[in-house]
């Protein structure tokens, strides 16, 4: 592409008012630049690296726990939900609604207790919501939960449909389609949307963007709630 682009170009310098030539080198160009983005859409599709977008999250969880070990294995929790979702969104254009839960290895027990409930029926209504939240926190407080981690896809969501607040409760990013992210843990809460495009045909999700939870959360508090870990 790059060769035939020069060897217009060349052509183009002895005869400047070749406009045949002019205009291949202008579509050749534009191909050019095209089979880059696709290229790039393609590179940003397959290298997710949700972590380093949220290192703030990072300091803030070992500075809230006081414990450095227990503050990485929190985030390692988020980041690895968050980036299987945008693996599956890729995959599928879509995601299920579901709240992962990061269990306890000493205590939780795993025959009881899975690690993901899925929550598809809970935003259809405030009476399902309201259900739905209830059994969350039974869930968390008697499988011994560490954290838990929700996704929803924007799209399923009739109740509480957070984006369409007004005044002080506006939404301040665009309208596109995408899925919530909820982080629940007894000491901290955090909540992102995860924006979609088309780009090149291919769906592209867009860094996590952070919201404010007490104006945005898609669920209330799951956990009791904690000022330290201790």
Not at 76 to 95: C, L, M, Y
Not at 134 to 140: G, H, I, M, N, V
Request: glycine share 4%; net charge positive; hydrophobic share 35%.
């Amino acid at each position: 592409m790059r060769r035939a682009i020069s060897a217009f170009q060349i052509a183009l310098q002895h005869n400047p008012q070749n406009t045949e030539v002019a205009r291949k080198i202008k579509r050749l160009t534009q191909l050019a630049r095209e089979q880059k983005r696709a290229v790039d859409v393609e590179n940003l599709r397959s290298n997710i690296d949700i972590g380093k977008n949220l290192q703030s999250l990072k300091k803030e969880l070992v500075t809230k726990y006081g414990d450095g070990e227990m503050g990485q294995n929190i985030f390692s929790f988020v980041i690895s939900v968050i980036e299987s979702a945008i693996k599956v969104w890729h995959d599928t254009g879509k995601v299920d609604a579901k709240v992962n839960f990061l269990l306890d290895d000493q205590k939780t027990d795993t025959e009881k207790y899975a690690p993901v409930v899925n929550i598809e029926k809970a935003f259809e209504s405030p009476h399902t919501h309201g259900s739905c939240f209830a059994y969350l926190r039974q869930y968390s407080e008697e499988s011994f939960s560490k954290a838990a981690c929700m996704v929803a896809p924007k799209s399923i969501i009739s109740y509480p449909q957070v984006w369409k607040g007004q005044g002080s409760r506006k939404w301040k990013l665009d309208q596109s389609d995408g899925f919530f992210v909820q982080f629940e843990s007894p000491i901290l809460r955090k909540i992102w949307f995860v924006a979609s495009t088309t780009e090149k045909g291919r769906a592209l999700c867009r860094s996590p963007e952070p919201l404010d939870i007490t104006i945005h959360e898609i669920l209330p508090r799951i956990f009791k709630e904690n000022e330290t870990s201790a």
